[in-house]
């Protein structure tokens, strides 16, 4: 709080000067990294050593060079008791020190200290005297003179801020206009937001959460602790962030490199899988049963078809000089039905076949005449008599060509497919128009889908240590199983909302999402209270749960700001009004989304162009004023929304109510609904 009392407008000055400290020693440390990467070229090491010190050197460098402009810290801890006892910590996005040895003028957030930040209470203070927080002014970067003022909240004193109420510094920078990327929240973590953020790596734990109360930002935090924690597990198995779709990758991109991580790889799903272009459509029939687990069953049926034990009905006959070693057609029938029962990677069953088929070679060879060399057991396996057994029983075989083969051939697709999927289902999965070969093949989104399915079944793909993955309810049990192929032994974040899923095959229980995710165990941690929309808004958009097909806890609001206009017309004033509604809106500070059904989103984008309103796209980080499908507005927020007609959202598509219910949801300050129709609820 500011006050003209002279003790707090000391205070600001004393906290002034500290933040200008903070500046020159990470002034300092930007420069020093610069220096030791030329001082480390010339350390004496192995050429190998001196490679591997120079990239880290050189990546730490650079990661110092492009740390975001802004305040330094955004809060203090004065200590009265514990291990701290005496101490004074400020907290900031990341450390900062004068010399390494010397104690940090700016603790990280994510160190254990700090976790008093977020947790204490008057009830249970965990030694903390004073929680201090500073307001910023809006868009500071960095200048000390930007630190505007400070509140204190006695703990040991029994003063802390209620559930029902936030601190008035946390509300401003909550309710702050949205222009712009997405923001960190290190400043306004939640202690049950702490509680996730900080959980055990080891763990997977999945995030319902209603709309605005900070799932993803939730789950981009735990990423960045998690790099903080455990720096060298991470780097060795890596780490993934996977959204929906590009525009929400932009949205959240400068999360991350505001808490200090900029390595991290953000992507989609449909990147990671993506062995071909998109260039094909599916009917959603079709979509629906490519995207059936049932699917992985028909898959693993045709790869494995081409195996046979009867691949060579007579002996294996191996040259070796002059002399031919035998091995009986009973005895290779018995290897690979082993290799199969065992159920490795096709690509790993082929290699066990070669093998033992090599080892039974080598023991007939060992008997008459010694021990053989690694040369020329290694002869032995590449002999051209072993390639051509193993090509007859276990072929090699590309994804591309198991897959086509059943889009294209009714025969294999039936004898695949038996007793799994019915003929109507069987005929949807057909290509109207067959290509000469799958090197022509125009593949959907569903069909990478299918091909990395069988591309697992050969190799298992790249691993990482840890997968956070967003908007999760929207996922279809065959693309839980590309994520979970990528996550065998690490761990995951899921974050959704059962009541935002709007694809053909969302969800409807996490159980099975996290079943079909490889982490049955996961548990469901449900995050109700928002802090960015506004009360009314959603007890509004609450209306619409009882009409979606999902058991989810309604959301609830602790902010009683905001407005919610409902703007009825007629069918002929509807462009109209959404231009009056969009000046009006874009006449109040922040962001404005202008959102309308995919097939209505041309006609408003001219109405407001005739009527000389600037339109960005909706990809632009700083857009003023954007015009969104609705199938895109997932994940994205804008300080005030215009809804334009509900009904005609609505009946979009299948799952069109849980499409408005994320429409609706989507505004931190205002939502205007402007309608020609009747609401649909």
Known sequence: MTS??????????HERAHHDRCRAALTAMVDGAGEHVVTGEDVSASGADAEVLGYRLRSRAKEMRELPEGPLFFGRLDFSGGEHAGQRYHLGRLRVSEDPAA???????????SRAFYQASAGDPQGVAVRRRFGWAPGSRGDSADLTGLEDEHLGEGESEGESRVSDIVAREIERPRVGPMRDIAATIQPEQDDLVRGDLAVSVCVQGAPGTGKTA????????????????IRRGGLLILGPNRTFLSYIAAVLPALGETGV????????????????????????????????????????????????????????????WRVAAGELARIVADVRAEEPPYGVGRERVRSRVVRCVQLRAERRAGPRSAAWVQRVSRSRAVGAYVDAVWPRVRAEEVVAELLT??????????????ADEQKALLWARPPRSWKSASWSAADLVLLDEVAGLVEHPEAYGHLVVDEAQDLSPMECRAIARRAPFGSLTVLGDLAQGTTPWAARSWDTTLRHLGKPDAAVVPLTTGFRVPKAVVAFANRLLARLDVDVPAGRSLRGDGELRLRPVSDGELLGAVVDAVRDAAAREGSVGVVAADAEVERVRRALDEAGISVADPSEPA????VVPATLVKGLEYDHVVAVEPAAIAESEERGLHRLYVVLTRAVSR???????PLPF
């Not at 699917?295 to 060579?312: C, I, K, T």
């Not at 025969?411 to 999927?421: F, I, R």
């Open 4 to 13: 003209p009392d002279p003790s707090l407008q000391d205070a600001l000055r």
């Open 103 to 113: 104690p940090p003028l700016v603790v990280d957030w994510r160190a254990p200290v």
């Open 218 to 233: 939730v789950g981009l935090h735990r990423a960045a602790y998690l790099l903080y924690t455990h720096p060298q597990r």
């Open 265 to 324: 790889r953000q992507s989609t799903l449909l990147e990671e899988i993506a062995r071909h272009p998109v260039t094909g459509a599916d009917e959603e029939r079709t979509a629906v049963v490519k995207h059936d687990v049932r699917m992985a069953q028909v898959l693993r049926r045709a790869l494995y078809a081409r195996v046979s034990g009867e691949g060579a009905a007579v002996d294996l006959a191996v040259p070796d000089g002059s002399y031919r």
């Open 409 to 422: 051939d009714p025969a294999a697709l039936g004898a695949a497919s038996e007793g799994l999927l019915d």
């Open 623 to 626: 857009a003023r004023v954007s």
């Open 671 to 677: 939502l205007e609904v402007v309608h020609g129709r």
